[in-house]
């Protein structure tokens, strides 16, 4: 059982057994990073320690306590954490402290990255902070490989032919609109309409009509 003390301004305060050091460790640490992605790779390996051995049970809490009161972020902050450490390994941490890569570039180029290092063309960059300049560039330019390629547009289909019963259709209400303007054109627009009609009466010709005035 734990010992009370008391001081003059705080009240009583727990005293941790003798020689246990896990309060103390949890204490001097500021959120761990977790909230901001800063969170290193010993002390992600040390949270996981924490929750799998259950640990926090000598701090007289439980996992989420623990999580919102020694390590200052959600249970599930801290668990999500504890699953890129699963699923990527403790280099996934440092690469992303040293190159501020979120988690869904890093999942593109993942298959490039182990704990040895980052394989770029076969030469391997050690995930180091004495080569952050180096891991860097190399996660650059692995990142702008991984980025997708646009594939062209295909072509445009050409515009499907008007079936002939449109085009008389339309040709018909012309002439109906023309009919309604009772001849009130002035030179230059019989001028624009002779020339419409006679590209018209091109047009059929063209497709074999046979083209008599009628009178």
């Not at 959600?74 to 402290?97: I, M």
């Not at 040709?171 to 303007?181: I, P």
């Amino acid at each position: 059982m734990n010992e009370l003390v008391k001081t003059e301004n705080l009240g009583p305060v727990a005293v941790e057994p003798a020689g246990f050091k896990l309060g103390q460790w949890v204490g001097r640490r500021e959120a761990f990073g977790l909230i901001a992605g800063r969170c290193s790779a010993a002390e992600i390996e040390a949270i996981r320690q924490i929750r799998d051995e259950n640990l926090y049970r000598d701090l007289h809490c439980n996992w989420d306590e623990c999580c919102t009161r020694y390590l200052h972020a959600s249970r599930r902050s801290v668990d999500r954490e504890l699953g890129y450490l699963h699923k990527y390994g403790p280099a996934f941490f440092t690469v992303r402290q040293l190159t501020h890569i979120t988690v869904k570039e890093y999942e593109s180029i993942a298959g490039h990255i182990t704990e040895h290092g980052v394989n770029l063309d076969g030469s391997l960059v050690a995930v180091h902070v004495d080569n952050s300049d180096q891991l860097a560039a190399a996660v650059e330019e692995l990142l702008k490989r991984a980025e997708p390629r646009q594939p062209k547009p295909p072509p445009k289909p050409p515009p499907e032919p008007l079936a002939i019963d449109a085009v008389l259709k339309r040709c018909r209400t012309v002439a109906e609109q023309l009919q309604s303007l009772n001849g009130n054109l002035d030179i230059a627009q019989r001028l624009e309409l002779a020339n419409a009609v006679a590209e018209i009466r091109a047009a059929a010709a063209g497709l074999g009509a046979a083209i008599w005035d009628r009178r």
